[in-house]
């Protein structure tokens, strides 16, 4: 089964635990003095929060998926389209170890498809194409705008 990924930075991390728990009825499923990831359920969603000094806001959003054939048949369908996908294998970012296949909508919103299969003990970074402005892990693209 698949599951929704939305990724929120945001501006006091510790106010927004409270909040996301309150909002949740549970505390988060992993805490570090950055990040913040909880693992629902109900619904089937893994909403990760960070103060990784992007702008407060989504920041992109995702499908986690069971299996690395589940990854495969979704970057396979985008590249059936005629779609471009930057793919990545056993990255290291927001304390995982994950094979990752990335693309943006037509607006620009990042879709993150990825199979985690690890952790990491630190944050990590995306590695991000030389066309693209080097950014933190799961940073907005420079060029990108902000939503509302």
Same mark, same amino acid.
């Given at each position: 089964?698949?599951?929704?990924?939305?990724h929120?930075?945001?501006?006091?991390?510790?106010?927004?635990i409270?909040f +996301?728990?309150?909002?949740?009825?549970? =505390?988060?499923?992993?805490?570090?003095?950055? +990040?913040?990831?909880?693992?629902?359920?109900?619904?089937?969603?893994n909403?990760?929060?960070?103060m990784?000094?992007?702008? !407060?806001?989504?920041? #992109?959003?995702?499908i986690?998926?069971?299996?690395? =054939?589940?990854?495969?048949?979704? !970057?396979?369908?985008l590249?059936?389209? =005629?779609?471009?996908?930057r793919?990545?294998e056993?990255?290291?970012?927001?304390y995982?170890?994950? #094979?990752?296949?990335w693309?943006?909508?037509?607006? =620009?919103?990042?879709?993150?498809?990825?199979?985690?299969?690890?952790?990491?003990?630190? +944050?990590g970074?995306?590695?991000?194409p030389?066309?693209?402005?080097?950014a933190?892990?799961?940073?907005?693209? !420079?060029d990108?705008?902000?939503c509302c």
């Open positions: 089964m698949k599951r929704l990924h939305l929120v930075s945001v501006e006091d991390l510790g106010t927004s409270g +996301y728990s309150t909002l949740f009825g549970q =505390g988060p499923s992993v805490t570090k003095p950055d +990040y913040a990831k909880w693992m629902l359920d109900d619904p089937k969603v909403f990760a929060i960070s990784r000094g992007a702008e !407060a806001g989504l920041d #992109h959003v995702g986690q998926v069971e299996s690395e =054939g589940e990854l495969r048949e979704l !970057a396979g369908r590249k059936a389209a =005629g779609q471009t996908t793919d990545q056993a990255a290291s970012c927001c995982a170890q994950s #094979h990752k296949s693309i943006s909508d037509p607006s =620009g919103l990042r879709w993150e498809t990825f199979f985690t299969f690890g952790e990491a003990t630190a +944050y970074e995306d590695d991000v030389s066309d693209e402005p080097k933190a892990c799961c940073a907005p693209r !420079a990108a705008k902000a």
